[in-house]
């Protein structure tokens, strides 16, 4: 039985130059248990210049967002989209990465996404393909694309060929990425020390009443607070346990945070083997 991610958010957005740190319109499309229950679409005043090569792909002009909200006037709505969740994008490293520059730029705290991205994905569900752009793919699946670049337009033709991978390849914890941060906290767990930790929460993973476990866990670990990268779990446990419930697509994401910790903690100790046969 293929794996698949029924909860996720689709976002899509257009810079307003070159330089890709600020956004001029932003598009989203919620999918909960594998229905669409949300769209969202605004222009976004980048307080920036805009270029005119952007302006000839999207459209905007700086006339056009010169009364819309800005990315930090926005965000108490997008919050409610990007964060506990699956983020999916076309070419997602361009979306998440000018997301997180503005999210800097507006002094919002930038957490580290767990994403799918539909051009990797693509190439794996499509190979015979020579291009699996956005629009190469709307072709070739028959998904309408009538506005290119409009922000909310794609987010949903990319809503529909990531449907579209999911019904031809299997998608679950371990396929999803962490699009992490440069940035990492000053203290780092040594290997012998994280494996422990993991150790521990793999029993956590593996309990039944999976609430009251991971609560557990999470008091017991509050003291690695600042080391990475557990501080990134315990931030994601505290947001996932405030409401007293772990749905679906919260189990996912918790799983594929561990995964991801486990390919850490793999080449940790393959790092320091090297540094062992160098001395």
Known sequence: MKERINTYTVVDVETANRANDTICSIGLVRVVDGHIADEFYSLVNPEDHFDMSNIAIHGITPNLVADAPTFGELYPVLKNYLERTVVVAHNAMFDLSVLRKNMLRYGIYAHEYCYVCTVVMGRRAFPHLKRHNLAALSHYLDIDLLNHHHALDDAKAAQEIFESIQRKVSIGPKQLKTYHLKEEQVISLSPEHLEMILEGLAEVMQQNDLLSA???????????????????????????????????????ILQHWYHDMKAYLKRLKRDNVSLKALK
């Open 214 to 252: 991971l609560n557990m866990w999470y008091e017991d670990n509050q003291i690695f607070q600042d080391a990475y990268p557990i501080s990134n779990f315990l931030n994601l446990t505290d947001a996932v346990l405030a409401d007293g419930v772990i749905t679906e697509s919260e189990k996912q």
